[in-house]
């Protein structure tokens, strides 16, 4: 399976914009870019997820690049409440396996008052 | 819709006990996940049902761990026997339905297993 690198921590002012990159340099074609996060004590929390086009949602922005060989999730406007691990996924749309989130150990944003 | 339910949150036992985690997913979901999560080994995958059926357990460390999703509404992780090294946080996780590309998981708050 494909895999993310992201770095280990950053950290972000409040109501600042936090631009949290991943690399997937072997990534396939067939493969989704998915992020997750979670919050302290509590279960992982969807994200945002896409394929080739930037994506939006209430949450976040998701900006792939145009090889797909990374891609930066953007939180407009950091608030204390963002600060959490934030997971990179590849789910591979084939084999049969696309129900499986690979969490590696993900990127721990600490936002700061 | 309360979410993903998970029960007990906490579970203290002595190694050699029988440990049941109990999980009602979202109402209408078909897709249910079992995961564990220690500090080593980060977040696995344990054990996907999918229509009440399980469909990949390769994750499911040994035989002293089993999975039953006996209705749509309610599914059970037992350990038998408990051993120090399964404590853990496990948590529970349901989904409308696995499309292309993979879908939004939705998880509980977890259980968090202490055995001594």
């Known amino acids: 399976d494909a895999k993310t690198t992201q770095p280990n921590s950053m950290e972000s002012n409040e109501e600042e914009p936090v631009h949290l990159p991943c690399n997937h340099s072997?990534?396939?074609?067939?493969?989704?870019i998915h992020w997750y996060r979670q919050l302290p004590s509590q279960g992982p929390e969807y994200v945002i997820h896409?394929?080739?086009s930037n994506v939006n949602n209430r949450m976040a922005s998701l900006a792939i690049a145009e090889d797909r060989k990374s891609s930066t999730l953007i939180l407009h406007r950091a608030t204390l409440r963002d600060a959490a691990v934030y997971y990179c996924?590849?789910?591979?749309?084939?084999?049969?396996?696309?129900?499986?989130?690979?969490f590696g150990k993900g990127t721990l944003l600490t936002v700061n008052p | 819709d309360a979410g993903v339910i998970q029960s007990p949150r906490h579970e203290v036992t002595e190694m050699g006990q029988e440990v049941t985690l109990r999980c009602k997913p979202i109402?209408?979901?078909?897709?249910l996940f079992w995961y564990r999560q220690t500090m080593m080994r980060g977040l696995e995958l344990l054990i996907y049902?999918?229509?009440?059926?399980?469909?990949?357990d390769s994750g499911m460390p040994e035989d002293r761990f089993s999975a039953k999703m006996p209705n749509a509404s309610f599914s059970t992780l037992k350990i038998q026997p408990s051993e120090p090294r399964d404590s853990a946080v496990y948590f529970c996780?349901?989904?409308?339905?696995?499309?292309?590309?993979?879908?939004?998981?939705?998880f509980g708050p977890g259980t968090r297993l202490t055995v001594t």
């Open positions: 996780a349901s989904s409308l339905k696995v499309g292309t590309g993979g879908s939004e998981q939705y």
């Open positions: 072997t990534i396939s074609g067939t493969d989704y």
């Open positions: 896409g394929l080739t």
């Open positions: 996924i590849l789910i591979r749309n084939s084999g049969g396996s696309n129900y499986k989130l690979t």
């Open positions: 109402s209408g979901h078909n897709s």
């Open positions: 049902f999918n229509n009440n059926v399980p469909i990949d």
